[in-house]
């Protein structure tokens, strides 16, 4: 039988599962994915070299860390 929420009602069983932290799960993703050191990577960059237009310059610097991993992985 289901209740309006259309979640099924099992005599009186509040039971629901267990939800993983969403910081943590965020945390795990940034982890994974070396977000956190690109970030400081491309921030010290942009900061060191002061270009004029920094979004344009941040854009290459990714266009070309992309290109680099594609050609590592190639070989």
Same mark, same amino acid.
């Given at each position: ?6 979640? !099924? ?8 599962? /267990?939800?993983?932290?969403?910081? *943590? ?18 921030? !010290? ?8 237009? /920094?979004?344009?310059?941040?854009? *290459? ?15």
């Amino acid at each position: 039988m289901a209740d309006s929420s259309g979640k !099924s009602a099992t005599c009186g069983n509040d039971y629901s599962e /267990p939800v993983e932290d969403p910081y *943590k799960k965020a945390i795990s993703y940034l982890e994974r994915h070396n977000i956190l050191q690109l970030f400081q990577h491309l921030t !010290s960059d942009v900061i060191f070299h002061r270009p004029d237009d /920094p979004l344009d310059y941040l854009i *290459k610097e990714v266009q070309q860390m992309k290109a680099q991993r594609y050609q590592t992985a190639s070989k």
